[in-house]
C-alpha cells in the first residue's frame, strides 16, 4: 500500500505541478511576512514570538483551503484556484483550530520540554517525557485532520476523534506520513519552498487519508474479516486502473509512448 501511495502522490502532483506551485507561492508570502520581514526589520523577542505565532496561524488557514483543493486532485480531478477559494467559508474554522493546536506544540517544545528537563530529578524526566509523547501524538494525528475535514466535513472534535483513530490504528503508516512529509520539506528547501512545499504536503495527506480509508469501508462490509490481514491490491484496484501505467521513462521521454 505504501508503495502505490508513494507513487499516486508523486504522479497527482506532477499532473497538477503548476496549482502546487501557484498554492505555495500564498505559503511563501504569509511566511515572508510573518517569519522573515521581523527578523530583517530586528523586532524584539516578544514580537518576534508574536509573529511566528500568528505566521503559524495563517500557514494553518491557508493550507486548510489547499486541503479541499487536494481532496479534489486525490480524486482525480482538476481544482480551479477561484473555485478552491470559494472552500475559505469551510476551511478557515479547522485551519485556525489547527493551527491554534500547532502553537500549543511550537511552545510546549520551545519553553515546555526545556523547563522541565532543567528541574532535573526523576520528576522533571518524567514531566518532559509526558510532554514529549503527547506532543509527537498530537502531531501524528494532525497529518489527518485537515484531509478528513476536506473529505468527511462533520464537526471539529469528531474529525480530531477520527484523526486519533487513525494514528492508534495505523501506528507504522502514520510515522512513515511523517518522515515523508520531513523528506517533502527538506526536498522542497532547494526549490525555495515553490515545489513541492506545503501544498505538496497536503497533497500527501489527501491521498494518505483516501487510501486509508478503503480500509474501514471494507472493514465495515467484512466485520468477521483478519484486520491484520488486508487485500491491499484488491482494495486499491480501482485506484490502480484510473492512474494507470506510469513510469519515469514516460514521463521524461513521452514520445517512446
Not at 43 to 68: D, M, R
Not at 75 to 103: C, H, N, Q, Y
Request: with cysteine; aromatic share 12%; proline share 4%.
Amino acid at each position: 500500500m505504501i508503495g502505490f501511495y508513494v507513487k499516486k502522490t508523486f504522479w497527482d502532483g506532477w499532473d497538477n505541478v503548476l496549482i502546487l506551485a501557484l498554492f505555495n507561492l500564498g505559503h511563501v508570502l504569509i511566511g515572508s511576512l510573518a517569519f522573515l520581514l521581523p527578523t530583517m526589520l530586528g523586532a524584539e523577542s516578544f514580537i518576534l514570538l508574536l509573529c511566528i505565532g500568528l505566521g503559524i496561524l495563517g500557514l494553518s488557514v491557508w493550507q486548510a483551503v489547499i486541503a479541499f483543493a487536494m481532496r479534489k486532485v486525490a480524486d482525480f480531478g482538476m481544482p480551479g484556484f477561484r473555485e478552491s477559494l470559494s472552500s475559505i467559508s469551510k476551511a478557515w474554522k479547522p485551519g485556525l483550530a489547527l493551527g491554534a493546536t500547532m502553537v500549543v506544540l511550537f511552545f510546549s517544545i520551545l519553553i515546555g520540554l526545556p523547563f522541565y528537563l532543567s528541574r532535573g530529578g526523576f520528576l522533571g524526566v518524567i514531566l518532559a517525557s509526558l510532554l514529549f509523547w503527547t506532543c509527537l501524538i498530537i502531531l501524528l494525528a494532525s497529518q489527518y485532520f485537515l484531509p478528513l475535514v476536506a473529505r468527511r466535513e462533520g464537526t471539529l472534535r469528531k474529525n480530531a476523534k477520527h484523526a486519533l483513530i487513525l494514528v492508534a490504528d495505523n501506528p507504522g503508516f502514520s510515522v512513515f506520513l511523517l518522515f515523508y512529509r520531513l523528506a517533502t520539506i527538506l526536498l522542497s528547501v532547494l526549490m525555495a519552498f515553490l515545489l513541492p512545499g506545503l501544498a505538496g504536503i497536503a497533497l500527501g495527506g489527501a491521498e494518505a487519508v483516501k487510501l486509508r480509508l478503503k480500509k474501514y469501508e471494507w472493514l465495515e462490509q467484512n466485520p468477521n474479516a483478519d484486520r491484520k490481514n488486508l487485500p491491499w491490491d484488491s482494495l486499491l484496484e480501482e485506484e490502480k486502473e484510473l492512474l494507470g501505467k506510469r513510469t519515469l521513462k514516460n514521463m521524461i521521454f513521452p514520445w517512446k509512448d
